[in-house]
């Protein structure tokens, strides 16, 4: 079973940063589309970054320009690095692996880390 885990959350002050860290426990990591989703109180999960498999990023226009996924195949770790933070980036963050096959998807999720924007 493949597991995610997250760390890097917690408290910020409107206009700081934080990096948000995700490890995979695969051999093949190399191989998943890994990205980024967030999910404040009251609202849906949404998506905010995602780096694929040749190394291709796209970002919600939301954090354009403030946040940058990056990706370590060696070290089997995705990295979300969020500047200039705004208290509407509060949220869940939730770091997905996901696998495209012939068949099927295959997506794989974290526990969560809080990010509180606030001051």
């Known amino acids: 079973q493949v597991q995610l885990v997250e760390s890097g959350g917690g408290l910020v002050q409107p206009g700081g940063s934080l990096r948000l860290t995700c490890t995979v426990s695969t051999d093949i990591f190399s191989l998943y589309t890994m990205g980024w989703y967030r999910q404040a109180p009251g609202k849906q999960r949404e998506s905010v970054a995602n780096?694929?498999?040749?190394?291709?990023?796209n970002y919600a226009d939301s954090v354009k320009g403030r946040f940058t996924i990056s990706r370590d195949n060696a070290r089997k770790t995705v990295y979300l690095q969020m500047n200039s933070l705004k208290p509407d980036d509060t949220a869940v963050y939730y770091c997905?692996?996901?696998?495209?096959?012939?068949?099927?998807?295959?997506?794989?999720w974290g526990q969560g880390t809080q990010v509180t924007v606030s001051s």
């Open positions: 780096v694929t498999t040749s190394v291709n990023k």
């Open positions: 997905n692996a996901r696998r495209f096959t012939i068949t099927s998807v295959n997506d794989y």
